[in-house]
């Protein structure tokens, strides 16, 4: 055998080896952790792709607006859910306009933006802004647009 020949024979092998290291039986790992160690890089992926994991308009209301929103009177420190939503209904004819509404006014609250009357203001204070994405936001005003309830409709009024 000359040297090239050798050579070759010495890398084609090299290249066996490697190929079939990347099937989980020749391995050295046992087939349950490699099994393990694919779903978390999985999920690593998959929550690289997003950015974030994904959250109905109920979690992120649940994370970030219930601990100062509750959904019906009794208020805690500001106007109930269902009052609003039957406020921006009054105030904004379509769910477009309120969603945009809302997005713009929790990204930078402004007491002469409100959609809801001086009265409102004066008695809980001006909500402060939130941090979050815009699909957040906006997930989130829609949400809260459908909890509007015909049985408890306020006419505008948030209590
Ligand atoms: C720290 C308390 C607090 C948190 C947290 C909070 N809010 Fe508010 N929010 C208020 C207060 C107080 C008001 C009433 C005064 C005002 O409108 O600024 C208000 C008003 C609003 C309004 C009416 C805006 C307008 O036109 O005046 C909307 C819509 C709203 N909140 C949605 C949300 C949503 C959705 C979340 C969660 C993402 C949230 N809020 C989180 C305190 C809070």
């Not at 690289?48 to 009177?73: D, F, W």
């Not at 209904?89 to 945009?100: F, P, Q, S």
């Amino acid at each position: 055998m000359n040297m090239k020949r050798a050579f070759l024979f010495v890398s084609a092998g090299l290249m066996i080896t490697a190929a079939l290291s990347t099937i989980p039986i020749f391995r050295q790992t046992s087939p349950l952790s490699a099994g393990h160690s694919g779903m978390y890089l999985q999920s690593a992926i998959a929550s690289e792709k997003t950015g974030k994991e994904v959250l109905s308009g109920e979690q992120i209301y649940a994370r970030n607006c219930e601990v100062c929103h509750s959904m019906r009177p009794p208020a805690k420190t500001a106007p109930p859910i269902v009052g609003l939503a039957s406020r921006f209904r009054k105030v904004h004819g379509n769910k477009e306009d309120a969603v945009t509404a809302m997005v713009s006014f929790m990204k930078k609250p402004d007491a002469a933006n409100t959609a809801l009357g001086p009265r409102a203001i004066k008695r809980f204070g001006l909500m402060p802004a939130m941090s979050m994405p815009d699909e957040e936001l906006a997930k989130v005003s829609g949400w809260l647009w459908d909890q509007y309830d015909p049985n408890f409709d306020t006419r505008g009024n948030c209590r």
